[in-house]
């Protein structure tokens, strides 16, 4: 194998190793509260493969971190951290579902792409807040979006008052016409489980960011960006244009992602719906490598370990869940600093 | 009596924001944001409950958290200043870790994924007769209390009247330099955020000490609020202290406003708006660490 070979498999396993690591981590906690690690990771296993209903499952806890993740690993293409992702969807989904049960006597034609738009609108307005303070006062997005997040939390706790339904933290049903079909109506093995078409509106972002990114002026300047912005300033590309639009694209996708709950499977908003979805973004847009085909296949990967948690919550708690997900980030941000420097020292 | 009543509750709201901002000033002035404190000040709480619950000693409680809130932040040094990995993701990743673990911690331990049985708090501390203050008296015998006024008078000296203080700020302004005059640049970087991890140990302390017990997510995003203002107060212990009792007199006044018909959320937003404006610039220009959130890499330098 030629050097080069050998230097691109070793980085490309690097999430892989992490994923495994992480899991022989996990492996020791469930041993060590006295259960079988394999009985549990079959069961995890089965439960979210091996049925219909889990593959459902799986699918709908997967699909709002397609969103998170594509919009984290927007962000992080033009060299910027996004962590507002997750005020970002929940503000999406709120405004959504504003629009969906403010306009609800409209026909399915004209209501699902007005709330759908109205979701990305929001986000992308929150995203494009911190994209403006960096271009323009140098003002890090982290810090920033990390605010705006409880920001999100506090308006939309605010503007509740005056919308929810009387006694409940949640609005009123939007109408029939922004609902997201489910697909067990297309695929009836499916039955039961809330997987909508919410995934399939994840999957054409994601092919639409591919193409975005790596077949447009636009996707070539906001990696240029990312890449080293002085030289893109320097190569004629307005580094603060493209920070905003960047930031802006990013939320618009992350805003998007409240359609998943609102429109596909509760049809109303409720306060805390997003519960850590864009938080988990960022382990997401790691793992895949902020590639719109890693992020799929990394949503898809975490989307299973939520619902095998739950699953198999009758033997371990599902709080371990949450421990190895977060040891997944610590084991890829390390072990790709690892397998990179002996990469290095390949070549 | 009104206002010094107003006055306690804002002094303690303010001690945790406090131990930990000033905790987060030590670590970024060595050159690693810590995004951590989070992570680190929930740990802190459940090692004090658990500490305390073992024992039925308080003290033996804030061992507990000191120990946990260091083990913590050495997790994020061995990470950001060993392996040289992002340091926002790793403190993102040991505040979901935190929040995980904790949880899943109590379990095991209470049989409950939300609460802690009940421990018992620190006692008070007398000393030149404060307590006899009104008002302000319970809130002055708090041990965390004295211990966080004089860590933050003796971090102000230690970060920029000592040799330590000025080799930690070194290493975070030009770690090259650092290096080649023979510091060690990790050695001094691990140094800062393993402070930062002890005092945001203690700011979990103090939260479980104060409610008795131990609840899922209790530190409620007060580590993030608390980095905010460390930036607030421009990576100085003393302005870190004072944007730390800005905001706590903002939440007592969201408090004191509830029931009023006044919108508390609005208030709530208050602390959140001065710091998006201070990045702006709006309030002074607040200069960071030069190199603060860039791995040191010898063989790159």
């Known amino acids: 194998m030629s050097r080069r070979l050998q230097q691109t498999l070793l980085v490309a396993a690097a999430p892989l190793i ?11 906690f469930i041993a060590a509260i006295g259960e079988d690690p394999f009985g549990v990771y079959g069961l995890m296993l089965s439960q979210t493969f091996g049925t219909g209903y889990g593959i459902g499952q799986t699918l709908f806890k997967a699909t709002p971190l397609i969103f998170t993740g594509l919009a984290v690993a927007l962000g992080f293409r033009a060299g910027l951290f996004n962590i507002g992702v997750e005020g970002q969807l929940y503000l999406g989904g709120f405004v959504a ?11 399915p034609i004209h209501l699902l792409p007005l709330t759908l738009l109205a979701g990305a609108a929001a986000g992308a307005l929150w995203g494009a807040i911190p994209g403006v303070l960096k271009a323009r006062f140098g ?32 609005t009123s049903e939007i109408g029939p016409g922004a609902h997201l079909a489910r697909l067990d109506i297309f695929w009836p093995s499916l039955r039961g489980s809330p997987a909508n078409l919410a995934l399939g509106l994840g999957l054409a972002a994601a092919a639409v960011i591919g193409v975005v990114l790596f077949r447009t002026r636009l996707g070539y300047e906001l990696r240029a960006v990312g890449l080293n912005a002085p030289a893109a300033e320097y190569g004629g590309v ?21 359609c998943n709950y609102v429109q596909g499977y509760k049809h109303f908003f409720e306060l805390g719906f997003s519960a850590g979805s864009g938080f988990l973004g960022i382990a997401v ?10 992020v799929v296949i990394a949503a898809l990967f975490f989307g299973a370990l939520s619902y095998g948690g739950l699953a198999a919550n009758q033997r371990v708690p599902k709080e371990l869940v949450e421990v190895l997900q977060a040891i997944v980030i610590l084991l890829t941000i390390g072990v790709q600093q690892v397998v990179e420097r002996a990469a290095r020292r390949l070549g | ?13 303010s001690v945790p924001y406090t131990l930990a901002a000033l905790g987060a000033s030590f670590s970024e002035r060595g050159g690693v944001i810590n995004i951590a404190l989070e992570g680190i000040m929930l740990n802190g709480a459940l090692a004090y409950v658990l500490g305390a619950y073992w024992t039925g000693n308080p003290w033996a409680g804030v061992a507990a958290a000191l120990a946990a809130g260091v083990a913590t932040a050495a997790l994020h040094a061995a990470i950001t200043v060993w392996l040289r990995a992002d340091q926002i993701t790793s403190g993102l990743g040991i505040n979901l870790l935190a929040a995980g673990l904790t949880k899943f911690v109590l379990t095991q331990v209470f049989h409950s994924s939300s609460n802690s049985s009940r421990v018992i708090g620190l006692p008070d501390w007398n000393l030149f007769h404060l307590g006899d203050l009104p008002a302000l008296g319970p809130v002055l015998t708090a041990p965390l209390v004295m211990v966080a006024v004089v860590a933050v008078l003796a971090g102000q000296g230690f970060l920029f009247r000592t040799v330590f203080g000025l080799r930690l700020r070194s290493v975070g302004e030009h770690p090259e330099a650092a290096a080649t005059l023979g510091l060690s640049v990790a050695g001094y970087r691990t140094a800062g955020v393993l402070i930062s991890g002890a005092l945001a140990g203690l700011a979990g302390a103090w ?7 131990f609840t899922d997510g209790m530190t409620g995003g007060r580590g993030y609020i608390a980095l905010a203002a460390m930036i607030v107060g421009k990576w100085t212990p003393f302005g870190a202290a004072a944007a730390c009792l800005l905001f706590g007199i903002a939440e007592a006044l969201q408090i004191t406003l509830q ?4 919108p508390s959320e609005l208030l709530q937003m208050l602390p959140y708006l001065v710091t998006m404006f201070a990045l702006a610039g709006f309030i002074g220009r607040a200069t960071p660490p030069r190199r603060l959130g860039v791995p040191y890499d010898p063989e790159r330098a």
């Open chain 2, 207 to 213: 939260l479980a000490s104060e409610q008795h017990s």
């Open chain 1, 18 to 28: 992490a994923v495994a690591l992480a899991l022989v981590a996990g492996a020791v």
């Open chain 2, 1 to 13: 009596m009104e206002v010094l009543l107003f006055a306690a509750a804002a002094l303690r709201i």
């Open chain 1, 238 to 258: 307005s580094v603060g244009r493209v920070q905003v639009t960047a930031m802006a694209l990013s939320g618009a996708v992350a805003g998007l992602g409240g």
């Open chain 1, 285 to 294: 847009a790691l793992l895949g490598r902020n590639h719109p085909v890693g």
């Open chain 1, 139 to 170: 003002a890090h997005e982290v810090i920033n979006t990390i605010l705006l997040n409880f920001i999100a939390f506090a308006l939309v706790s605010y503007l509740g008052y005056s919308v929810f339904e009387p006694a409940t933290v949640r």
């Open chain 1, 97 to 107: 579902a504003l629009v969906g049960f403010g306009w609800a006597e409209l026909p």
């Open chain 2, 259 to 262: 029931g009023t018909g006044f």
